[in-house]
């Protein structure tokens, strides 16, 4: 029972951690959306649209407008094409960003999560993770799933197993490469210390680090 109990412990232990000097200062600058590549500025650069440039994350990558091209494409299906129900693309990304321990990642989704109809005290529970009391058999298997993933960069063959019950190959694909995107992003983000949007303030969606702590 103890070695259960100090191992996540130990891995908590070794998270990156954003002290306040470094939140102040990104480690690459924001791109004003007048100075952006025309080709990217059209696709991500109308504030009305999903995605805005107004999002510091857009701003920071429009730094590379061939790399942020590129990779628009794949956000946008894993976003807005996605086989997977809202709710569970969200608590996958949710997961992943505790994971990562990236609080922008975790504001934007908190947001967005909402939005799909999860509740706060859901939200709350992701950050305890699948064995938390609560979830539904099929939560608990994305957040297992999501997990897995983090730690071994594979669904174990039971969870895999499990899902094939309520996902098609599709949705378990997606499920996969919904986590996959959002390492990428999370550890974009971590990297350029990209700072929090207006509107997701960290006193209003604060990043749980501890579930003592929720």
Known sequence: MAAKVMVPLVLRSQRFRRGPALADIPFVEPLPVEQWDPDIAAIAGNPDAPGSGTLNIFATLA???????????????????????????????????WNCSSPYEWGQHVVIARAAGISDAEIARVAIGPDADGWSARDALLLRAADELHRSSCVSPPTWQSLTTSLSEQQLLDLVFTVGQYHIVAMALNSCRVERDDGVAAADVPFPTHPDEL
Do not use: C, Q, S, Y
């Open 63 to 97: 730094n590379h407008p061939k790399l942020m091209k590129r990779w628009l494409v794949f956000g946008n299906h894993v976003m807005f094409k996605n086989t997977l129900e809202a709710r569970d693309r969200e608590l996958l990304i949710l997961r992943t960003g």
